[in-house]
């Protein structure tokens, strides 16, 4: 009896041994079946893992980035704010009784004459031309312009062509913003059609963007990429051997190494064309160093003095007007006589004649720093064979500079 209950008891554990192992056994085979369809379906349909080296630098998994062309850099003749003609200034001078204004060069306290000639308008237009330089101007922009380096030719509605030598720029733009932009020294250039399709190349650092109606693409060495007007679009590293292919549906199917993994990604922001050309630059404005006030001696003095004529008082005072209102800082007056008497007795009179001037001004509060110089006879800007060239050369000269 007792016998028999121990032969039970074992043959009891025998089966529970057994039937564990029978099932760890199966656990684990299932496991290895699992692991083996899992890696057999990752060969087939793509890897599960998601690395940085899926993705585009700056963007999210499955993005294509957008493509957008640089912009032109700024071709606008460098002026002098300074140095232009005030015109406002000019026409309130100009209508004083007496007086007149012309704008001038000035060199080394000389005005400079004969290399050059200038002609302005009411609205800033007109001609100006020297050894290094001539424009011509509407007054809004439009004209030629010519010097050294650069070559301008501007229409009204900002088309034209401009070139400078120094830059190596070249631009042609026509009215609807269409044309071609070269730049020679930093290699690279447009050429944009109305619609905004064209191509941008750069040599320099091997760019090439090519837009049309279909969408662009940009390469760059081993980096190529698409856009299509529907949103859709690839991205190609040939380093990485990366590929992705966005549908512009949400999806994106990214292969790596050739591994494919297909995600949720969103379309790239937007398609863009070209921009139109900038218009060729404005033709710069007609610019002098100076403002030439000439006033008459005939009016400002008798016959060999150089008294201020009482007349003469109320043309100066609204000259004094006018060069305080425009808060000028300093300038020169200049003494100029006709051949009569002689050379010592001229040269005295002019130096005393624009003594007398200054001295007035500065009683009607002028602040200005003032200078005088006396040319006597030196100077004549007409003949003095006539008694009307002997009148002309017998003034004083103010000049103000503008720089």
């Known amino acids: 009896m007792k016998k028999n209950f121990l032969m039970s008891i074992v043959v009891a554990a025998l089966v529970v041994f057994g039937v564990k192992t029978y099932y760890d056994k199966k656990t684990t085979n299932n496991d290895q079946v699992s692991v083996e369809k899992e890696n057999k379906g990752s060969n087939e349909t793509g890897t599960n893992e998601i690395s940085n080296e899926m993705l585009v630098p700056g963007y999210a998994l499955g993005e294509i980035p957008p493509i957008t062309a640089p912009e032109m850099p700024d071709l606008s003749v460098k002026e002098n704010p300074n140095a232009k003609i005030t015109l406002d200034m000019t026409k309130k001078i100009s209508a004083v009784p007496g007086i007149s204004v012309t704008p001038v060069k000035v060199e080394n306290s000389n005005i400079v004459g004969g290399d050059y000639s200038m002609q302005i308008g009411q609205n800033g237009d007109g001609q100006f031309t020297d050894k290094n330089r001539s424009l011509q101007t509407d007054g809004k922009g439009a004209g030629q312009y010519t010097d050294e380096n650069v070559t301008i030719q501007r229409n009204e509605d900002g088309s034209g062509q401009y070139t400078n030598k120094v830059t190596g720029v070249t631009l042609q733009v026509n009215p609807d913003g269409s044309g071609q932009f070269i730049d020679t020294i930093n290699k690279f250039a447009y050429q944009i059609e109305a619609d905004g399709d064209g191509q941008y190349v750069d040599e320099k650092n091997n760019i090439k963007i090519t837009i049309d109606r279909k969408g662009s693409i940009y390469t760059n060495n081993n980096i190529t990429v698409?856009?299509?007007?529907?949103?859709?679009?690839?991205?190609?590293?040939?380093?990485?051997?990366?590929?992705?292919?966005?549908?512009?549906?949400?999806?994106?199917?990214?292969?790596?190494?050739?591994?494919?993994?297909?995600?949720?990604?969103?379309?790239?922001?937007?398609?863009?064309?070209?921009?139109?050309?900038?218009?060729?630059?404005?033709?710069?404005?007609?610019?002098?160093?100076?403002?030439?006030?000439?006033?008459?001696?005939?009016?400002?003095?008798?016959?060999?003095?150089?008294?201020?004529?009482?007349?003469?008082?109320?043309?100066?005072?609204?000259?004094?007007?006018?060069?305080?209102e425009a808060d000028v800082k300093a300038f020169q007056i200049d003494g100029h006589t006709d051949s009569d008497a002689s050379d010592e007795h001229n040269q005295v009179l002019s130096e005393n004649r624009a003594n007398a001037v200054k001295n007035f001004l500065a009683a009607q509060g002028l602040t200005a720093e003032i200078s005088i110089k006396g040319y006597g006879e030196s100077r004549p800007i007409a003949s003095n064979d006539t008694a009307e060239g002997k009148q002309k050369n017998r003034r004083v000269e103010i000049i103000i500079p503008t720089i």
């Open 226 to 324: 698409e856009n299509n007007v529907d949103g859709s679009g690839t991205y190609s590293d040939t380093d990485k051997d990366l590929l992705i292919k966005n549908d512009g549906k949400g999806k994106a199917i990214i292969t790596l190494k050739g591994k494919t993994t297909e995600v949720e990604a969103k379309p790239f922001e937007r398609f863009e064309k070209f921009p139109k050309l900038k218009m060729v630059p404005p033709i710069p404005s007609i610019e002098a160093n100076s403002l030439l006030i000439t006033l008459d001696s005939g009016i400002l003095f008798d016959v060999d003095k150089y008294d201020v004529r009482p007349e003469a008082e109320v043309a100066l005072k609204n000259l004094a007007v006018v060069l305080k």
